[in-house]
């Protein structure tokens, strides 16, 4: 299993699917490779749902990741990882792995859900989000994440864009 982190969100609207983009981290790869991401297909209230978890948005009334999350909690288990770890065609598949405590033991239980949910689970509880190496390899593609600061950026693109001539279209 590879660990992951959520790189960005694409909103959109009407029968557009958004899209959640999964990166591998820093340290899962070896440092001069490239790193992985996968990009996963989801509906726009589900994609709402996970950014208002990354931006600790709270809400008048819980909504049903909140609610799941007070019920692990009450039962005395918590979220301990989310993996994405089947893929059929474009449908991902995902597990919440549960701990749960048994008797001064602790258990992992292992719950079927949507990649989307799973994922709203995580960001809220800051559970780890792994993704299977065959999934990464055969629907993942090379993340060109740039490290270096934004004005850095700018000043390639003005100086790429100063260079331009007619010819070149």
Same mark, same amino acid.
């Given at each position: 299993?590879?660990?992951?982190?959520?790189? @960005?969100?694409?909103?959109?609207?009407?029968?557009?699917?958004?899209? /959640?983009? =999964? *990166?591998?981290?820093?340290?899962?790869?070896?440092?001069?490779?490239? =790193? *992985?991401?996968?990009?996963?297909?989801?509906?726009?209230?589900?994609?709402?749902?996970? !950014? *208002?978890?990354?931006?600790?948005?709270?809400? !008048? *009334?819980?909504?049903?990741?909140?609610?799941? /999350?007070?019920? =692990?909690? %009450? =039962?005395?288990?918590? $979220?301990?990882?989310?993996?994405?770890?089947? $893929?059929?065609?474009?449908?991902?598949?995902?597990?919440? $792995? &549960?701990?749960?405590?048994?008797?001064?033991? @602790?258990?992992?239980? %292992?719950?079927? %859900?949507?990649? !989307?949910?799973? &994922?709203?689970?995580?960001?809220?509880?800051? %559970?780890?989000?792994?993704?299977?190496?065959? /999934?990464?390899?055969?629907?993942?593609?090379?993340?060109?994440?740039?490290?270096?600061?934004?004005?850095?950026?700018?000043?390639?693109?003005?100086?790429?864009?100063?260079?331009? !001539?007619?010819?070149?279209?």
């Amino acid at each position: 299993m590879i660990r992951t982190d959520i790189e @960005t969100i694409i909103m959109a609207a009407g029968s557009v699917p958004s899209i /959640i983009v =999964l *990166r591998e981290r820093r340290g899962e790869a070896p440092s001069d490779a490239p =790193l *992985r991401a996968l990009s996963i297909q989801t509906g726009s209230f589900e994609a709402a749902a996970i !950014s *208002r978890g990354i931006e600790g948005q709270g809400t !008048s *009334r819980p909504i049903t990741h909140d609610l799941f /999350i007070s019920a =692990l909690q %009450a =039962l005395e288990a918590k $979220v301990e990882r989310v993996e994405i770890n089947r $893929v059929d065609g474009a449908v991902f598949y995902a597990t919440v $792995v &549960l701990a749960v405590q048994r008797d001064q033991e @602790t258990e992992e239980r %292992a719950l079927d %859900a949507r990649p !989307s949910d799973a &994922l709203s689970l995580a960001v809220r509880t800051n %559970a780890p989000i792994y993704v299977d190496e065959d /999934i990464m390899n055969r629907a993942g593609t090379i993340s060109y994440s740039h490290d270096g600061s934004a004005d850095e950026e700018i000043e390639q693109f003005d100086r790429f864009v100063q260079n331009l !001539s007619p010819d070149d279209f």
